[in-house]
C-alpha cells in the first residue's frame, strides 16, 4: 500500500497574501501556490456570500443602519465585495420611494438568515486570511522503503515438514 507522504516545512509569514485573500476570498492561497484549495475556498466563502444576497437582498448587508451596523464587521471581512454590496444597498435601494424599497427589502426572519449568511462568509473568509498570513507550505516525499522488506511477500507460518 503506498501512502503520500507530506512533510511540512518552515512557516511563511506572508502579508501579501493575507492582503489577497481579504481582496477576492481564495486569491491569497492561490499566489502561494496552493490552487486547487483556492477554488475550494473561494467556492465556499463566494456560495455563502451570494445565498445571503439572495435570501436577504442587498439590504442585508447595511454598514449605516444602527442594529445591523454590527453585522458588518463580520460581513466586511469577505473584503471589497461586501462594501460593493453594501455601496448598492445605500445609493440605490435606500434612494427608491417608499413604496419601492418595500418591494426590494426583505422583512423579518428572512432578512435576518440573509444578514447571518453574509456574516458567517466573512468569518470564514478570517479564517481563511490568517491561514494565508501563517502559512506552513507542505511538500511531497517519497516513501521510505523498508530494506528488510522482500517486496511485499511473506513467509507463511505453520508446521515444518
Not at 497574501?17 to 477576492?24: D, E, G, R, S, Y
Not at 492561490?30 to 463566494?46: A, H, N, T
Not at 451570494?50 to 458588518?72: E, K, N, P, Q, Y
Given at each position: 500500500?503506498?501512502?503520500?507522504q ?61 442594529s ?13 465585495i ?28 428572512v ?40 517486496g ?10
Amino acid at each position: 500500500m503506498n501512502h503520500t507522504q507530506f512533510q511540512l516545512d518552515e512557516a511563511r509569514f506572508s502579508l501579501l497574501a493575507a492582503f489577497l485573500a481579504w481582496i477576492w476570498p481564495g486569491l491569497g492561497h492561490i499566489s502561494l501556490g496552493e490552487k486547487k484549495r483556492g477554488v475550494y475556498i473561494m467556492i465556499g466563502v463566494l456560495f455563502l456570500f451570494f445565498c445571503g444576497v439572495l435570501v436577504g437582498g442587498f439590504d442585508a448587508v447595511d454598514r449605516l443602519s444602527g442594529s445591523d451596523r454590527l453585522w458588518f464587521y463580520a460581513q466586511g471581512l469577505c473584503g471589497p465585495i461586501a462594501f460593493a454590496a453594501d455601496f448598492v444597498n445605500q445609493n440605490y435601494i435606500k434612494q427608491l420611494p417608499a413604496p419601492d424599497q418595500l418591494r426590494t427589502q426583505s422583512l423579518g426572519r428572512v432578512n435576518e438568515m440573509g444578514t447571518l449568511f453574509i456574516a458567517l462568509a466573512g468569518l470564514m473568509n478570517l479564517i481563511v486570511i490568517i491561514d494565508a498570513l501563517h502559512f506552513i507550505p507542505r511538500r511531497q516525499v517519497a516513501p521510505k522503503s523498508d530494506p528488510g522488506d522482500s517486496g511485499g511477500a511473506e513467509e507463511a507460518g505453520g508446521a515444518d515438514t
